[in-house]
């Protein structure tokens, strides 16, 4: 099994920052994709950041503010929020594509953590 863990989220003030990291753990061959969502209460979730053939992408709701890395040797994705809103209010999510034991391209998702912005 792969595990991964979201970390980093908490009560900011709006205008504030806030640094998510996940780690990837178990076992796993390849990380394909590791990627952000968030989901806001009452809404759907939704991908935020994301990076393919090494080329960050992100919701046109976040663009300008947040920044997406990875650290693949750490098998770690991160997220650096700038310029928070009350409406980034949300449970964060890392979702990986992985290459393991049971197969090619398997999804995994964390469990999440909670960012509150707020004053």
């Known amino acids: 099994q792969v595990q991964l863990v979201e970390s980093g989220g908490g009560l900011v003030q709006p205008g504030g920052s806030l640094r998510l990291s996940c780690a990837a753990s178990?076992?796993?061959?390849?990380?394909?994709?590791m990627d952000w969502y968030r989901q806001a209460p009452g809404k759907e979730r939704e991908r935020v950041a994301f990076?393919?053939?090494?080329?960050?992408n992100y919701a046109d709701s976040v663009k300008g503010r947040f920044t997406i890395s990875r650290d693949n040797a750490k098998k770690m994705v991160f997220l650096q929020m700038n310029n928070l809103t009350p409406e980034d209010t949300a449970v964060y999510y890392c979702n990986a594509d992985v290459d393991d034991a049971w197969g090619d391209g398997v999804d995994y998702w964390g469990k999440g953590t909670l960012v509150t912005v707020s004053s």
């Open positions: 178990g076992s796993i061959i390849r990380i394909n994709y």
């Open positions: 990076i393919r053939s090494g080329t960050p």
